[in-house]
């Protein structure tokens, strides 16, 4: 089956999931922000790692400001980081692309961060304009959830991404120096 058919299957079955909550349970509760989440972050990882775009726009070259990653720990990044390992995503993660230190395994996983923070941008982008349309329809108080799992799902993986990356280029910068 071609990978542009599966997409538009797991789109199919995306809006599908949605639409039952939607209707079911209504668009300002708990269930539906966090089904709007996980089913955006399914077809989002479909997408990037079947077509895997080169996402090679200078927005995710590392700025100066974010060598040291002050920025993103005085955000809690790192409280975040604790909370993946406690909950088993690191070792998840770890099993399914383990880090190895040679050149191409580092830009296998600098490529990775650039795909994760990809994703999880554009989905938060969908989250926001649905917060926007919950917290008008019945409320602020009503989009609440929508807005927290957004910070939670979205937000926090992005500020990870964005301190993991400066690291990674500085270890291929080396390698490459190396030969």
Known sequence: MGKYLKLGLIL???VAALAFVFIKKGPHTFVFAWVLNFALMMAVFYFTSSFKPKL??????????EANGSIYKWLGVNVFRKFLVLIGWEKVIRAASPVNKNLTAIKHLEYGTRQAEFGHLSIFFIVLIMNFFVALRYGVTQSLSLFFLNIIFNVY???LQRYNRPRLQRAIRLKEAIG
Do not use: D, E, G, T
């Open 157 to 159: 993986p992005v500020l």
């Open 56 to 65: 090679a726009s200078s927005y995710y070259r590392s700025k100066k400001w």
């Open 12 to 14: 199919i079955c995306v």
